[in-house]
């Protein structure tokens, strides 16, 4: 079974603050994703890493940035929240091509 | 015209029923597909994947490729009301990203 981590599960902020959702995998998978999820519609792509120092944006364009500092670790963050980045954010990692995904974490700005 | 194609339903059957889930995709050269379950609320997890035309079994799924007509399927047997989730497609295209399809959102009524 993957074992993904996404911390926190839950987040709810006000707007303007500064936040970090935390993922972290100890598969040593190589690649890391991120993807942004409303609920009842697609998945975007907004993230990806093929390795450590390695980040690219993906397809749907997103104020976040990430970095990649260690294989195991791809933190997002957000420097000053608004409401328009309320959304569920998914972490996925992968050595293949299958991904798994974590548990997501749901981020309500306010 | 989307990479991956899918109806977004919902599709509802019977339980017990076959439940057939269908996508298409654009990229002629795709050599990997998956198809993933999403529970709402909860984040995709991997449950098909297949590469060779023709059909892959495995306990009550069936995936089914046919590249000639860009078309892949996944078929449900039995189905349960445990079944009821978003199915999503995806495909390995160009630049060996993984693309996701829009789901179908599956009901099964007891």
């Known amino acids: 079974e993957a074992d993904i981590y996404q911390t926190p599960r839950y987040l709810v902020i006000g707007t303007g603050k500064k936040i970090t959702l935390e993922c972290s995998q100890t598969?040593?998978?190589?690649?890391m994703y991120w993807y942004q999820q409303d609920p009842g519609m697609e998945l975007h792509l907004i993230h990806y890493?093929?390795?450590?120092?390695?980040?690219e944006k993906g397809d749907l364009s997103s104020e976040s940035t990430v970095s990649r500092i260690r294989t195991e670790h791809f933190p997002l963050t957000l420097e000053s929240a608004r409401p328009s980045h309320t959304s569920q954010y998914l972490c996925a990692s992968s050595a293949g091509q299958r991904q798994y995904f974590g548990p997501g974490t749901r981020l309500t700005v306010t | 015209q989307k990479e991956v194609e899918q109806n977004s339903g919902p599709l509802s059957v019977p339980e017990g029923a076959i439940a057939s889930l269908n996508c298409t995709y654009s990229?002629?050269?795709?050599?990997?597909f998956f198809w993933y379950r999403q529970y709402s609320g909860k984040s995709p997890e991997l449950i098909m994947s297949?590469?060779?035309?023709g059909d892959k079994e495995d306990g009550r799924f069936t995936a089914q490729l046919n590249k000639a007509s860009q078309y892949v399927s996944l078929l449900i047997r039995d189905s349960q009301p445990s079944d009821s989730a978003t199915y999503l497609c995806?495909?390995?295209?160009?630049?060996?990203?993984?693309?996701f399809g829009g789901g179908t959102r599956l009901m099964v009524k007891p």
């Open positions: 598969m040593g998978h190589d690649k």
């Open positions: 890493s093929y390795g450590v120092n390695s980040t």
């Open positions: 995806a495909v390995i295209g160009a630049g060996n990203m993984l693309t």
């Open positions: 297949i590469y060779s035309n």
């Open positions: 990229d002629r050269g795709s050599q990997s």
